[in-house]
């Protein structure tokens, strides 16, 4: 499969904004179960945050860490499934505050919780074709939920973003090889002007979650010659604690290797951002000459795969921005209500 | 409706807190300016302030202009950056009994408000606590 030959990321950063809303609470007041939560708590944008907002800090964590020259950065591009506009892109926002290139290709993705990772596909291939030095890849979501459906529970904010250049001995993590998998598999969806999605409940999994996500990895270590032993750590993308727990049972991957990616326990399904935050807490404390694989899965359906290894450079600059940890420590809990006027739930 | 214009033109000063600073007597004057207004210098160059200042007044705002009325109650701050400019802007992420005198303070860029009818976003610097 297609071999990244020379890509790699030189700066990550990660979003996650300081409100959380506890399981208990919303279970409460719906009158479900508390004994089986999906996740713990999760993680709310304030009223004055949206996908833009977001990008731009994990944007400008990612630019801190790459220690590159903003203006040289020639390609912004952004997944999400919750665009602040239905025509207006984000990225363009996103640069300008940053003060990027005007010179810059942008342009935002839709994949569902994997258009963050379609970002990191199109910004690779432009480094390694020689048509930009530098770009970002960003995945963010403010989650929409249907107030009482068993998604509310996970729909969650927050955003990821990477600078992607050339590989040099000083860069983070180096690109080796990337897949996709897709077919048209109608497990979650949302039409043009609907305000929350539909899903497939129990068959978001076998046939959508799992069989993408496992094909994929499959592919890029089958087609390539890896083994389980080959890889340090898998980052799955997390719709919830059990799934990304469970692909590990099936391919025989080591618990170990896997929990460290875990965040939807701490902030839930960010959706586009989900995977690209779990690879973020990875290279938050990985060494350097370790391989990472990183898959996402988006509905619709489909996953993509990359192999990275880590590099020298990702200790000098782990710490020129915050951690995942350092993120996710600064939060207030807020009540259900609250969470309903930030999240605009509330018409009148 | 407000004009997309008029906002438009901001960016650099409300994104970035860029706009231009007097060579001659190092005044700073928010947006694009040809003539310093401090010192009547046409040697003006484009410059930042920084992105970090102490907090050294703040009010509650509970009634709110149009387009901000559901963000009421919000934290209107008065703070100096740390070149000695003054900048009056929203605090977000804290509360007001989080907030002290000469607390250290940073930039963020965040929803300002939207427009009523038009609903387009305006973005803009925020202060928020320091990390």
Redesign the interface.
Known sequence: MPRISDAAILGYGCYVP?YRIKGYEMAKLWGKSTSELPVKEKAVA?????T??MS??AARHAINRAGVDPSKISAVHVGTESK??AVKPSGT?VA??L?LSRKTTSADFEFACKAGTEAVQMVTALVEAGRIEYGLAIGADTAQGRPGDALEFTAASGAAAFVIGKNSRDCIAKFEYATSYVSDTPDFWRRSYERYPMHGSRFTGEPAYFHHTISAVSTIMGENGFSVNDIDYFVFHQPNVKFPLAVAKVLSIPLEKVKPAIVADQIGNTYAACSMIGLVKVLDRAEPGQRILFTSYGSGAGSDSFLLVTCEGLERRRNLA?TFD?MVS?RKEIDYSTYL?FR?KIRV | MSKPASYWRLRPFVYRLEGSRCVKCGHFHPLVRKVCRRCGSKNLERDRLPATGILRHFTVVSQAQQGMEKNTPFIVAWVEMDDGSKVVAQMTDCEPEDLKPAMKVETVVRKIKVDGESRLIFYGIKFRPSA
């Open positions: 300081r304030g009223f004055d945050e949206d833009v907002t731009i800090e602040p506009y926002i300008e505050v003060g915050p350092e600064r006027k605009e």
